[in-house]
């Protein structure tokens, strides 16, 4: 089993949708966990960080659920310029300088 | 400050040879690490280091190494190139862990 798992996709949905992506991970020692946005061919940049009491960025929301070790990302009225790849990211307790990435989900929005 | 940078952007092996990916960062952080990313597949951690003259193994360490002279230089260096290191190469570097990853453009290699 992969440490981190995504759901591949792809998510197909029309502008102005709302559409999820859970990310599962298997290591209860996990302390910190990211969601990082990666356009076609280009270098991931990080998208949100994930706290334990949730956190919303606009239109995107993460929240993180430790019971069931699980990180979601929630993209709300989706635009064109949203569709990318979403890669979640989980370190490890003491574990430094270590970050486990996910495959990634695939979004399109379509007009 | 030009942030990550990583050269070459291109390159095209023949099995059997070596060359070093180059990765150099201007924002003073401690902590930099390597991945490669195969089609459809998100990263994999190579090798990371915490601070100059620290490196450790990450999930795919075998057929490269690495070292950490200065806090802004990281190159990796491929010994054999083998056909199944085709590959994205990407470098990134960050404060301290676990903050932001900062990622460099990428090295596309190719092993004939």
């Known amino acids: 089993r992969k440490e981190v798992e995504q759901d591949p996709g792809p998510f197909n949905v029309p502008e102005g949708a709302t559409v999820a992506f859970n990310c599962t991970y298997s290591n209860s020692a996990s302390q910190s966990f990211f969601w990082y946005r990666q356009d076609c061919r280009k270098e991931p940049k990080l998208l949100m960080s994930?706290?334990?009491s949730g956190n919303e960025d606009g239109r995107f929301t993460a929240q993180l659920n430790r019971a069931s070790q699980y990180i979601s990302l929630l993209i709300r009225d989706s635009k064109l310029s949203d569709s990318a790849t979403y890669l979640c990211?989980?370190?490890?307790?003491?574990?430094?300088?270590?970050?486990?990435f996910g495959d990634g989900t695939t979004l399109t929005v379509k007009p | 400050n030009a942030g990550v940078t990583q050269t070459p952007k291109f390159q095209v092996l023949k099995t059997g040879q070596s060359m070093t990916l180059q990765c150099a960062q201007d924002?003073?952080?401690?902590?930099m690490s390597w991945y490669r990313q195969d089609p459809g597949m998100g990263l994999r951690l190579i090798h990371y280091s915490v601070g100059a003259g620290i490196t450790d193994q990450g999930e795919v360490p075998n057929g490269y190494n690495v070292s950490r002279s200065t806090t802004e230089d990281f190159p990796l260096r491929l010994l054999s190139a083998a056909p199944s290191q085709t590959s994205v190469y990407f470098c990134?570097?960050?404060?301290?862990?676990?903050?932001?990853?900062?990622f460099g453009p990428g090295t596309r290699l190719t092993v004939t």
């Open positions: 990134a570097s960050s404060q301290d862990s676990p903050y932001e990853q900062y």
């Open positions: 924002m003073n952080h401690e902590y």
């Open positions: 990211v989980v370190n490890i307790r003491n574990n430094a300088g270590k970050s486990t």
């Open positions: 994930v706290y334990s």
